[in-house]
């Protein structure tokens, strides 16, 4: 008898063969789905408060000798001036100048020495104008002191008054004095120190105001002590700056 014509496998177990394949097939699929899942919710970052939102860096603390706790930011670097100039040979006439720590910010006029042969203030009805001393160094020079000349008014309304308010220098070391150019250049000083001299046995020959060598650094001259009887100020208050630029 020709064979061909004989199927050797019952048609139901070779259809039950076929599902099971598809059944195995599924359940292999299903199980790698399964693992693959199980990864991802393994592996993911996890927040153990999720409601919580994340928190700034924060800030370190540092005790003190009585135990009480001193906050502190993170960084110990000083924030820069920015958009300061580096000192050189040339600097530059300065037009404008500002004290952001006091809110000040006004003109400054170039002036030289008076018939006296002191160094000339400002203009006296302009309060707030510096009068920058035009036969010394330039704003921004890489040598000798700048020297800035601002009125005080027995008022109490000129800049003057500001700086050196109740008799105490408002400015603290660090506190930044911007001057600029009519072309945009900046040069930037630091406050260091307040001097107070007397007016009567100051010694004019002396470099603690009128340097034109030496480093480079910056002085405002203000008058203090106003005498009724003189109608002259006795005493002479001098705020000490050095350069500072960017990448201080």
């Known amino acids: 008898m020709d064979g061909a014509g004989i199927n050797l496998f019952p048609v139901n177990l070779v259809e039950a063969l076929k599902n099971r394949k598809v059944q195995l097939g599924i359940a292999v699929v299903a199980i790698l789905l399964a693992v693959a ?3 991802v919710w393994v592996l993911q970052p ?5 409601n919580k939102a994340d928190a700034p860096p924060a800030a ?11 906050t502190s930011p993170d960084t110990t670097t000083p924030a820069s001036p920015g ?3 580096a000192t050189d040979e040339a600097g530059f006439v300065p037009v404008n100048y500002s004290i952001e720590k006091l809110g000040i910010e006004a003109n400054v ?7 006296e042969g002191n160094i000339e203030a400002p203009p006296k ?12 160094p330039t704003a921004g020079s890489n040598a000798g002191q700048v020297v800035l000349s601002i009125h005080t008014y027995q008022s109490g309304e000129a800049v003057g008054n500001q700086l050196y308010k109740d008799g105490t220098s408002q400015l603290a070391a660090g506190d930044v004095l911007k001057l600029t150019s009519a072309d945009g250049r900046t040069a930037c000083y630091q406050f260091t120190e307040a001097q107070k001299v007397d007016e009567a046995t ?6 603690v105001l009128e340097r034109q060598s ?3 650094a910056l002085a405002i001259v203000i008058c203090w002590d106003h005498n009724k009887e003189t109608d002259k100020w006795d005493s002479r208050i001098f705020f000490k700056f050095k350069p500072v630029t960017d990448g201080a």
């Not at 996890?46 to 999720?50: M, R, Y």
């Not at 006029?109 to 018939?115: A, C, E, I, P, R």
């Open 214 to 216: 030496g480093d480079p």
């Open 46 to 50: 996890k927040n153990d408060n999720p």
């Open 37 to 39: 899942l199980t990864l």
């Open 109 to 115: 006029v170039s002036l030289g020495n008076d018939d």
């Open 60 to 70: 370190s603390t540092s005790g003190n000798a009585d135990g009480t706790a001193v």
């Open 125 to 136: 009805d302009e309060p707030k104008t510096a009068a920058w001393w035009n036969m010394g």
């Open 202 to 207: 100051f010694d004019r020959e002396s470099d």
């Open 83 to 85: 958009a300061c100039s």
